[in-house]
């Protein structure tokens, strides 16, 4: 599963993007500024940034100058009616035009990955009997395929990729529902709930609430 994020201005356009890229099987986070992009990117992995071009105009050519100084790619997103108009020297790893198709979209990103980091390796995260593979989306206890819903590896994925870090309900709110969603904080509790139900028994516990702040995912690996 490779991981983007989009950055374009706030509003219903960007909650339609993130909608439409989530429904590739790509793990979509949004923003509206690099601040939020670079404290994203040193809590978790991404692989593209994508970037709007309609959102942010004549200061693309910094826009992708200041991304590609956090060592991520860019893809550019045009509009139709600005495709005449494109200027080379804007130079971004690859750019889509708009209407997305999602097939599209895909390979695009999959081809900017592998001329960054070549054929792609096996990503699992490994926490004791828990494996999380984050290509096929598949979730293993021991052995034992454990059924999880698309929002339930999400949440799971993001907490066993940086263990022992504390998130709050508003962190994993915003990054694993998107930004702007309207569900509150309790559709958080909800899923982990859920998630806890699935993965948990009394000799595999992986996930801790930290009270009146959030959850983290426990540093298995360090136990003795």
Same mark, same amino acid.
């Given at each position: 599963?490779?991981?983007?994020?989009?950055? @374009?201005?706030?509003? $219903?356009?960007?909650?339609?993007?993130?909608?439409?890229?989530?429904?590739?099987?790509?793990?979509?986070?949004?923003?509206?500024?690099?601040?939020?992009?670079?404290?994203?990117?040193?809590?978790?992995?991404?692989?593209?940034?994508?970037?709007?071009?309609?959102? +942010?105009?004549?200061?693309?050519?910094?826009?992708?100058?200041?991304? =590609?100084?956090? /060592?991520?790619? @860019?893809?550019?997103?045009?509009?139709?009616?600005? +495709?005449? /108009?494109?200027?080379?020297? &804007?130079?971004?790893?690859?750019?889509?035009?708009?209407?997305?198709?999602?097939?599209?979209? &895909?390979?695009?990103?999959?081809?900017?990955?592998?001329?960054?980091? =070549? *054929?792609?390796?096996?990503?699992?995260?490994?926490?004791?009997?828990?494996?999380?593979?984050?290509?096929?989306?598949?979730?293993?206890?021991?052995?034992?395929?454990?059924?999880? @819903?698309? %929002?339930?590896?999400?949440?799971?994925?993001?907490?066993?990729?940086?263990?022992?870090? +504390?998130?709050? *309900?508003?962190?994993?709110?915003?990054?694993?529902?998107?930004? $702007?969603?309207?569900?509150? @904080?309790?559709?958080?509790?909800?899923?982990?709930?859920?998630?806890?139900? %699935?993965?948990?028994?009394?000799?595999?516990?992986?996930?801790?609430?930290?009270?009146?702040?959030?959850?983290?995912?426990?540093? +298995? =690996?360090?136990?003795?």
């Amino acid at each position: 599963m490779y991981s983007v994020f989009l950055l @374009t201005r706030p509003g $219903d356009n960007m909650v339609s993007l993130v909608r439409q890229i989530d429904q590739t099987g790509l793990s979509c986070r949004a923003g509206s500024d690099l601040p939020e992009l670079e404290e994203l990117a040193h809590s978790v992995r991404l692989d593209v940034v994508i970037l709007d071009f309609a959102s +942010v105009g004549i200061g693309a050519r910094s826009m992708i100058d200041q991304v =590609g100084q956090l /060592q991520l790619p @860019t893809l550019l997103l045009m509009e139709p009616n600005a +495709v005449g /108009q494109y200027d080379p020297a &804007l130079n971004p790893d690859d750019f889509i035009v708009a209407p997305l198709d999602g097939g599209e979209l &895909l390979a695009r990103v999959g081809q900017i990955v592998f001329r960054r980091d =070549g *054929r792609p390796t096996e990503q699992v995260i490994r926490a004791g009997e828990l494996a999380i593979d984050l290509q096929s989306y598949e979730v293993t206890i021991g052995g034992r395929r454990i059924s999880l @819903t698309y %929002k339930e590896f999400q949440l799971l994925s993001l907490l066993a990729s940086n263990p022992g870090r +504390v998130y709050t *309900r508003e962190a994993l709110l915003n990054q694993v529902w998107g930004y $702007d969603y309207l569900g509150g @904080t309790r559709t958080v509790d909800v899923h982990i709930r859920r998630l806890r139900s %699935k993965i948990e028994d009394p000799d595999h516990l992986f996930v801790e609430t930290i009270w009146n702040v959030g959850y983290r995912f426990r540093d +298995v =690996g360090n136990e003795s």
